[in-house]
């Protein structure tokens, strides 16, 4: 299986942010504009590039869509999401360029109505994220933009999308995202055992080198990087050398 690299960009109000553990009140912003961030990475050798529209996240529907149909024609394949809730918005961001959407909070608050986009899609247009934190003895579900909290849990959902025929898995342990803490492998690992026919993206807290090594040995399709390329703490281009 091919392990595949995806820089990160993050939006807000059209820059490129980060948040820490998800908290919009704990922002960081970075002097660089995403088109010219994108150029760069595809420089370096990217053949993807994951984008986060946070203020779609938060309010229920793609916002930062000029943004990203520049960053869709930038020369690299993106994989985006942030308020993707009706198939209007797939479509608004396949229509924008985007070669894989990526479907979080409606994935977990209306599986069935997700499992109809993977049968009129395609599995490979689709990227489920089922981003999760571990709260009263199993993984939880939060959506809008990790803000609500749900009442699903993460061993109940991936196993029921891949018997649905998903493919594309991206998943962030919320308690490291942006904390350069270091991936929870464990949790990549536990996937694989419930759901091994997905392909899991690894996201939150890579700070080194030996973080995505690590996350390709532990039988994950690809990392996605976003504030340790941003803060210089490895390349992109080594990031692909792994």
């Not at 993707?84 to 479509?91: I, N, P």
């Not at 109940?156 to 998903?166: D, K």
């Not at 392909?199 to 976003?226: F, K, N």
Request: net charge negative; hydrophobic share 40%; with cysteine.
């Amino acid at each position: 299986m091919n392990f595949t690299v995806y820089p990160a960009i993050d939006l807000r109000e059209g820059r490129v942010v980060r948040l820490y553990q998800g908290d919009y009140a704990r922002q960081t912003e970075y002097a660089i504009e995403p088109l010219q961030l994108a150029h760069e990475y595809a420089g370096e050798g990217a053949k993807w590039l994951h984008v986060v529209d946070l203020d779609g996240a938060r309010n229920g529907q793609p916002t930062n869509l000029s943004t990203l149909t520049a960053l869709a024609h930038a020369g690299l394949k993106v994989q985006a999401g942030g308020g993707v809730r009706g198939e209007d918005d797939v479509r608004r961001l396949f229509d924008a360029g985007v070669t894989r959407v990526v479907v979080g909070s409606v994935a977990v608050r209306d599986p069935q109505r997700v499992i109809g986009w993977l049968e009129r899609f395609g599995s490979e247009r689709l990227t489920l994220a089922l981003d999760t934190r571990w709260r009263d003895g199993s993984w939880r579900l939060p959506s809008a933009g990790w803000e609500k909290d749900e009442d699903a849990t993460l061993d109940e959902l991936a196993p029921h999308f891949a018997a649905a025929g998903a493919r594309h898995l991206l998943c962030t342990d919320i308690d490291r995202d942006g904390t350069m803490s270091g991936p929870n492998l464990s949790l990549f690992k536990h996937l694989r055992h419930i759901a091994p026919t997905l392909q899991t993206q690894v996201s939150g807290g890579a700070r080194a080198i030996d973080d995505v090594r690590a996350a390709r040995e532990a039988g994950a399709a690809g990392i996605v990087l976003g504030r340790a390329l941003l803060e210089g703490r490895f390349t992109l281009g080594e990031a692909l050398l792994c």
